[in-house]
């Protein structure tokens, strides 16, 4: 069994009476000269939730994360995490976070060991708390052996999870995780999944989740916002997210022209929709099972190249498709060019102050 080490970090007179609620922002905005990146965002997080936070390239996650965890002041609005105000206290909103993001500053030269005890130092614990804490992180993060070796032996999906790592040495109230597994081959990934759901289940953390693998929010995100130009566009759990698209998608991966194609499904009953995304129709329906056969017959009277054609249940990235007019590709990046490579080193450094 797990046991959590917890510090003083400071009273809590200065915590808003802000409820269940972990992390809550009103009106929040972040302009860049004449660009909104992030305009009116309005959210309410529960403490003990994972929320996941989807968006395509340039819609505004990172700028989102980085104003919650006091690395970019907001231009409008306000917003608490923990229960403090990340403009009039960013001091006590760092101690009571931990943030893994897009690049981890790790020292090649140090081991694991080293880098865990100094994280734990800076955040004021003491030799006997960072101990515990390690044995503690030890069997949440499973990297054995590999403690006590140099980091720059560490393979990526190592690297990802030791950066999860020092991100909890303090056992913070609020995880930001900001594309935790991008890059991470499927079995690293499906550890990192494992790690979150540990923390969530165990420690009741709460758990902010930006990614761009719209199934990792499917399986791990309690709720989910879309955001896109800068504003949350839905918001939901997974499952009532997806009843807002339909029930049933049609599949069809054509050659030749797509508007020829989706001309041939004009007379066929039961669609309610039809998109053309690259060379594929997406076909809503309310009933697959009964309108694939005259879907096919369709385009086959029409003299239609049909590749493949598949019938599915709705999925997020429908849902994304739908909200947005676009599909997140493992391309998307972060919203804007990574300026400084040591975000994570930032936040213990000042947190340490």
Known sequence: MTTTTTTDRSPTADRSD???AAIEARGLGRAFA??????GLDLRIGSGEIYGFLGPNGAGKSTTVRMLCTLLAPSSGSATVAGFDIASRPDLVRLHIGAALQEAALDPVQTGDELLRLQGRLYGL???QVDQRLRDLAELI????????PIKTYSGGMRRRLD????LVHN???LFLDEPTTGLDPVSRASVWDEVRRLNERLGMTIFLTTQYLEEADALAD???IINAGRLVAEGTPEELKRRVGDDLIVARVGGSLVSAREALDGVNGIHRVDEVHDELVIETANGAATIGPVAIALGHAGVDIHDLTLRT???DDVFLELTGNRITHHDLDDEPDTDHHEHATTTTEAAR
């Open 142 to 149: 499973d990297l054995g052996d590999a403690l006590h070796r």
């Open 18 to 20: 802000a409820g269940s």
């Open 34 to 39: 004449d660009n909104d990146a992030v305009e």
């Open 223 to 225: 709720r989910v916002g």
């Open 172 to 174: 913070p109230d609020v």
């Open 314 to 316: 709705t999925t997020l």
């Open 126 to 128: 003491d030799r006997k």
């Open 164 to 167: 999860l790592a020092a991100s």
